[in-house]
């Protein structure tokens, strides 16, 4: 069954020849590469584009590592430039045309950049690049072109693209989704003992050693133990200086806090890990620390602790963080500050709210209950929303089957399968 990424490929033909250099972005192995160069490709080709006006090179395939040298690939595209038609260039996972010395240097130019810039300047040129690390292009290249740059960045599948293409029940493709992730290449895979061997390689072979060869890291030991601690702490909340305590009083001393910090970094700009930061939703203002750091890929975050961690309540969580960063939320952790009477004392307390998403002028608070047994867990849950003081909707998605309900305090409960699977679910659902 093929899958057609219509979130994604909608954004690309918003952006047709707009003039501006398209970066698509994402995690390796999450389909940005099926994107461009066959959803995408085959659009062009059902609209009449010639297939010789289309140049595609993936930077990361061996037989173009001739390519990964900027002039060289910028003399292969203009002999390809032999008419005054409309050509469409295809750049596949751009980093491996940066060097080393590039990314150490500061100060040295990144010689890709021109490349791009020069195609940038002719008018029949439409130029699409992918790439699998935020530094050094999503950032960097809304920088160098001043505003003609624009990223489409692209997740794992989500569970609504997922469940049509899995086969199976609503609940077998969820148990799986928790498992095994949204990597599109696990769904060709026949056998547990097949997609855990494959997505156990590809954080050992691809992800780690990504990221090892490109910040030439000499610590692999503390790297590997950081990726652990983050991927069996989804939804709880951590910074470098709590993580590098718990190194101490567990022994590991070989990994310093300044380190912790980079390798932090190095993580989310390898879309492994995203940082969701807390925000203070009365004092309308963000805290800088501690933060939470969710997986962009579930089946990636059971692989790094070889499945040996699946808690669905904390799984849950993260998948409906993925989904409002798939639907073009912006997404912090809030709280509420409250003050009790305690023991004849006024004191503050800070509530949770799982999820603050916005886009625009639209924001929800969300909050990620497995189970509501009773009232009791009801009145825990929606303690921090009932004290929120405006009227944007406010919703809590359970995994329990039910139907969608608002109670007497105006507090939309919705099933989790409802939720992911109506893409509308937040602006329709009452």
């Not at 390519?67 to 038609?85: C, F, G, H, V």
């Not at 990597?183 to 390689?201: A, G, M, S």
């Not at 022994?251 to 380190?259: R, V, Y």
């Not at 409906?320 to 912006?330: A, D, K, P, T």
Request: hydrophobic share 35%.
């Amino acid at each position: 069954m093929e899958i057609k990424r219509h979130r994604y490929l909608e954004q690309l033909l918003r952006k047709m020849d707009n003039d501006m250099i398209k970066v698509i972005t994402g995690i390796r192995r999450s389909g940005k590469s099926y994107l461009l160069f066959h959803l995408f490709q085959d659009y062009l080709i059902d609209q009449g584009v010639k297939e010789e006006n289309i140049i595609s090179v993936s930077l990361d395939e061996e037989d173009n590592a001739v390519y990964r040298d900027p002039a060289k690939l910028y003399e292969y595209i203009k002999s390809r430039l032999i008419s005054n038609d409309k050509y469409y260039v295809f750049l596949d996972e751009v980093q491996f045309a940066i060097s080393k010395e590039e990314m150490k240097n500061k100060d040295k130019p990144i010689r890709i950049y021109g490349v791009l810039n020069s195609l940038l300047r002719k008018n029949n040129v439409d130029v699409y690049v992918t790439g699998s690390n935020s530094k050094f292009l999503s950032t960097d290249v809304m920088t160098e072109f001043r505003g003609r740059g624009d990223e489409i960045h692209i997740a794992p599948l989500s569970f609504s693209e997922y469940y049509p293409a899995h086969g199976g029940s609503k609940e077998e493709a969820w148990t799986d989704y928790l498992y095994y992730g949204g990597l599109p290449y696990v769904l060709k895979l026949q056998t547990d003992e097949d997609k855990t061997k494959y997505l156990e390689r590809l954080c050992d072979e691809l992800y780690i050693r990504d990221i090892i060869e490109r910040y030439d890291i000499k610590n692999e030991a503390g790297l590997r133990a950081l990726i652990k601690v983050l991927a069996s702490g989804t939804g709880s909340l951590t910074n470098p200086q709590k993580i590098a305590d718990t190194f101490t009083s567990s022994g590991q001393k070989e990994i310093s806090l300044p380190t912790i910090t980079n390798y932090m970094k190095y993580l989310q700009e390898a879309f492994v890990f995203e940082k969701a930061e807390r925000y203070d939703i009365k004092g309308r203002k963000y805290i800088s620390t501690p933060s939470k750091y969710y997986s962009t890929d579930i089946g990636v975050r059971n692989a790094f602790l070889n499945f040996r961690q699946f808690e669905e309540t904390h799984l849950m969580e993260n998948v409906i963080y993925n989904e409002l960063i798939y639907r073009g939320y912006h997404v912090d952790v809030g709280i509420v500050e409250i003050t009790e009477n305690s023991d004849g004392r006024r004191k503050r307390k800070q509530l949770e709210v799982d999820f603050v998403a916005n886009k625009g002028n639209r924001r929800y608070y969300v909050q990620s209950a497995y189970a509501l047994p009773d009232q009791e867990k009801i009145d825990q849950e929606q303690a921090s929303l009932i004290r929120i003081p405006d009227s944007f909707r406010k919703i809590i998605v359970v995994k329990q089957n039910m139907k969608p309900w608002v109670n007497e305090n105006g507090i939309l409960f919705v099933n989790v399968f409802d939720f992911l699977l109506n893409e509308n679910s937040l602006e329709i659902l009452a």
